[in-house]
């Protein structure tokens, strides 16, 4: 399984872009990498998922170098209602076996958005 | 229904009671996914299902955790002689394909405290 590392915490201002950087040095060749957001109180909720070089939604954007040792998750011109906990995850879509599915989701990035 | 649906939202037992907790998955949903989430940390695997199927039960923490899925549809964790450091979040996701990256639909989660 690859291990994914992010910042605990970020803070940003409403109408700000923010990134948030997950680093994952160990990626397979068969990863995929997703973002889940999850608010206070509710289950976490997908966001965006990519493979290499760029993906964009009506959400949010991915950024994955060549290298896919990382990725960025770009949140433009946040609000107040994107203050959340955002988990990076990094897995083996075609591979079920036992551990893959044990994807572990560490502490998340927890996102502060002030007026 | 529209969404992934969990039941009881909240449950307070004694220690030493069984409990089961019921997950109602969003309709035509081949996978199904259960999770421990603690305060301030990810969510935690448990076990998962493809249609009724139970494929990896290696994240249950011991033997007292159990989980079904009969007819590929209602799934229940059951959790037997419960202890104090059970107590957590436990929540239920769905999602319509077998492969870990398809989207993920969690529930509300149902908060148990064991006393």
């Known amino acids: 399984l690859a291990k994914t590392t992010q910042p605990i915490s970020m803070d940003s201002y409403e109408g700000q872009e923010v990134n948030i950087t997950c680093s994952h040095n160990n990626i397979a060749t068969n990863d995929y990498i997703t973002w889940y957001q999850q608010f206070p109180s509710q289950g976490p909720r997908f966001i965006i998922q990519?493979?290499?070089?760029?993906v964009t939604n009506e959400v949010a954007s991915l950024f994955i170098p060549a290298d896919r040792k990382s990725s960025t998750l770009s949140l433009p011109r946040v609000s107040l209602s994107d203050t959340a906990v955002y988990y990076c995850l990094v897995g083996d879509p075609f591979f079920n076996a036992g551990n893959n599915r044990k994807l572990i989701w560490g502490l998340g990035t927890s996102l502060a958005v002030n007026p | 229904g529209a969404g992934v649906s969990q039941s009881p939202r909240y449950k307070v037992t004694k220690r030493g009671q069984d409990v089961a907790l019921r997950c109602d998955p969003i309709?035509?949903?081949?996978?199904l996914y259960w999770y421990r989430q603690a305060l301030g940390q990810g969510p935690e695997f448990l076990t998962y299902f493809n249609y009724e199927a139970q494929q990896d039960k290696s994240g249950l923490p011991n033997d007292r955790f159990s989980a079904e899925r009969p007819e590929g549809s209602i799934s229940t964790l059951t959790i037997q002689r419960t202890e104090q450091r059970d107590s957590a979040m436990y929540r239920c996701?769905?999602?319509?394909?077998?492969?870990?990256?398809?989207?993920?639909?969690f529930g509300q989660g149902t908060r148990l405290t064991v006393v």
């Open positions: 990519g493979y290499k070089t760029k």
């Open positions: 996701a769905s999602s319509l394909g077998q492969e870990w990256n398809t989207e993920a639909f």
């Open positions: 309709s035509g949903h081949v996978s």
